[in-house]
């Protein structure tokens, strides 16, 4: 009877550290405090045109040096911006796009092409968009943003099949930026008011994640462990044989 009590006092102690290994799972993790967390105050900024988008580019009085022509019955695939940041359109030639937001090129263009055209009006879209959804949702992925249509985080959510039975409803987040320069926008699902601050549009390269609630906090870790598991089932196994041996 020692015995079985030792052997259960160590199988307690081994889920309960495993446990609380499981916390350290989660990404964008609540422990890790950084200048960079926004949680009232996110900023949106303009996209930032970078090499390897695709540019659409329509001019509506001179549909011949749009990417698409106006009565294309083909999609629009744009025109790249190469390695180096350019493009290269009909007239003005090679022109740096990178770094400027497509308002800000659509002025460029506008002036350029008013050196030759009258009042060359046209609009600048980036094709190639995307948003990523991760963590406890049903289908994690990317999605396409569309030119038309506006996109805020539990939209994305819904469009990604909605919440798994593992989501923590008061832990999603958003995070926007680059390495050095990021921010997070945290969203609880529990709290009106969170909601409402969270009816932002999001950015292209944005990342929605939800976080995994305490129930999977425990099972991870279970679940990562099959091995001592195994080791453990075969002491309890080993156990009984020695018991019924015993009694025997």
Request: charged share 20%; aromatic share 10%.
């Amino acid at each position: 009877m020692q015995t079985l009590q030792i052997l259960i006092i160590f199988i307690t102690s081994f889920l309960f550290f495993s446990g609380c290994s499981g916390k350290n799972s989660q990404l964008f993790s609540n422990n890790v405090k950084t200048k960079h967390s926004f949680n009232q105050n996110f900023i949106s900024k303009d996209y930032k045109i970078k090499p390897s988008d695709r540019l659409s580019i329509v001019f509506f009085e001179y549909p011949e040096l749009s990417t698409k022509s106006k009565d294309s019955a083909t999609l629009d695939v744009g025109i790249e911006v190469s390695s180096a940041g350019t493009i290269t359109m009909p007239i003005i030639g090679k022109i740096l796009v990178a770094g400027k937001s497509k308002e800000k090129l659509q002025d460029i263009l506008y002036k350029k092409y008013s050196l030759y055209l009258e009042k060359p009006a046209l609009r600048v879209d980036v094709l190639n968009q995307k948003v990523y959804v991760l963590g406890e949702v049903k289908n994690p992925g990317a999605i396409e943003l569309s030119k038309q249509r506006t996109l805020t985080p539990i939209m994305a959510i819904s469009l990604v099949g909605g919440l798994s039975d593992f989501a923590s409803r008061d832990t999603i987040k958003v995070v926007r930026g680059g390495k050095n320069n990021y921010q997070i926008l945290h969203i609880d699902l529990t709290d009106m008011s969170s909601i409402n601050r969270a009816n932002i549009n999001l950015l292209p390269d944005d990342i929605v994640y939800v976080a995994h609630n305490r129930v999977k906090d425990f099972n991870l870790p279970l679940s990562g462990a099959n091995p001592s598991l195994g080791w453990i089932n075969t002491l309890f196994s080993t156990f009984a044989l020695y018991q019924a041996y015993t009694r025997n």
